[in-house]
């Protein structure tokens, strides 16, 4: 059974800078691929990041040349960092890995005050 445990976010103000990270607690083996997904009220669940084992990087159209996703240790641990943050990057990022089938984080907020 993997865990994924995220860290990082809360209040940015907009323009400002914050960095989101996840690791993967019982996994035997590196994820195929990891990356996060966003919540925003009122709206589906939407990719915003990911990487594979090989590090290839696929983003949504509203994170490029803002956001950067890495992954480091055995392939395990993953972070995005966010930068130029505009109000409408506000919402609960998910962590996400692909092993036996795919797991999900707890979530944790990130608001960008105008």
């Known amino acids: 059974q993997v865990q994924l445990v995220e860290s990082g976010g809360g209040l940015v103000q907009a323009g400002g800078s914050t960095t989101v990270s996840c690791g993967a607690v019982?996994?035997?083996?590196?994820?195929?691929?990891m990356g996060w997904y966003r919540r925003v009220p009122g709206k589906r669940r939407e990719l915003v990041a990911s990487?594979?084992?090989?590090?290839?990087?696929n983003y949504a159209v509203s994170a490029e040349g803002r956001f950067f996703i890495s992954r480091r240790g055995l392939g395990n641990v993953i972070s995005l960092e966010m930068n130029s943050l505009k109000p409408e990057d506000t919402g609960v990022y998910y962590c996400?890995?692909?092993?036996?089938?795919?797991?999900w984080g707890q979530g944790t907020q990130v608001t960008v005050s105008p």
């Open positions: 996400y890995g692909q092993w036996d089938r795919d797991y």
């Open positions: 019982g996994a035997a083996s590196s994820s195929d691929l």
């Open positions: 990487i594979t084992k090989s590090g290839e990087t």
